[in-house]
Structures are given as C-alpha cells and as structure tokens.
C-alpha cells in the first residue's frame, strides 16, 4: 500500500507560481512512477505531468506544457508539480498519483494509487 499526501495548493493570482509536493510513503517509492492529474467542477480528471521512476522521463498534457515542471526527488519520498505563468484555466483540484510499475504515463487508469487532491485557484 501507497500512501500520498499532496500539499502547495492555494489562491494565486494570474501569472503567478505555485509548488505542489506530494509526500509517499509505505513502499519503495523509487520503484513507481508518478503522474500529477487534475479536475476542475463539473469537468473529467485530466492529465498533468508524469514522470519516471529515475526522473528522466517527463510527459506533460498539452495545455500546461511549457509553464508545469514534474520532478522527484527519491530520497525525500516526494514528487513536485512546480507551476509559473498560472491561467485562470487552471484552477482545479491537483491530485498525486502512483502507478504499480516503473513507467511514466499519461493514462490515468494505469496509476494505482491516488492522494486526496489540493485546490488550486487562480484569480484575475
């Protein structure tokens, strides 16, 4: 079992920059790879960022690519979802997740465990 705790999230003005962290425990978390997925009211959770066991691979959905960075540092157990230039479409709730293998992936029904979300607003 996987345990994830995501933190950062907050109101934030256009334009600004956020950090979330999403604390792991309760397994190995080098061996999984993690993904940051996001839902809005009313809409589906979409993908974010993703990223390998290792940190070399990184994916990003087309809407945050070049604002969003995914990392991971593997001794603190922790992934991170740096976000700058904030759009008012980005509000929504952030959550952390882990799949059950080394991959990085942008589908989220291959991840097996989910933290319970941040909010995340963006105001004008």
């Known amino acids: 079992q996987v345990q994830l705790v995501e933190s950062g999230g907050g109101l934030v003005q256009a334009g600004g920059s956020l950090r979330l962290s999403c604390a792991a425990s309760?397994?190995?978390?080098?061996?999984?790879?993690m993904g940051w997925f996001r839902q809005a009211p009313g809409k589906e959770r979409d993908f974010v960022a993703a990223?390998?066991?290792?940190?070399?691979?990184?994916y990003y959905g087309d809407s945050v690519k070049g604002r969003f960075t995914i990392s991971r540092d593997n001794p603190k157990n922790t992934v991170y979802l740096q976000m700058d230039s904030l759009k008012l479409e980005d509000t929504a709730v952030y959550y952390c997740?882990?799949?059950?293998?080394?991959?990085?992936?942008?589908?989220?029904?291959?991840?097996?465990?989910w933290g319970q979300g941040t909010q995340v607003t963006v105001s004008s």
């Open positions: 990223i390998n066991w290792s940190g070399i691979n990184t």
């Open positions: 309760g397994r190995t978390f080098s061996n999984y790879g």
């Open positions: 997740a882990a799949r059950a293998d080394y991959y990085a992936s942008t589908d989220l029904v291959g991840y097996k465990y």
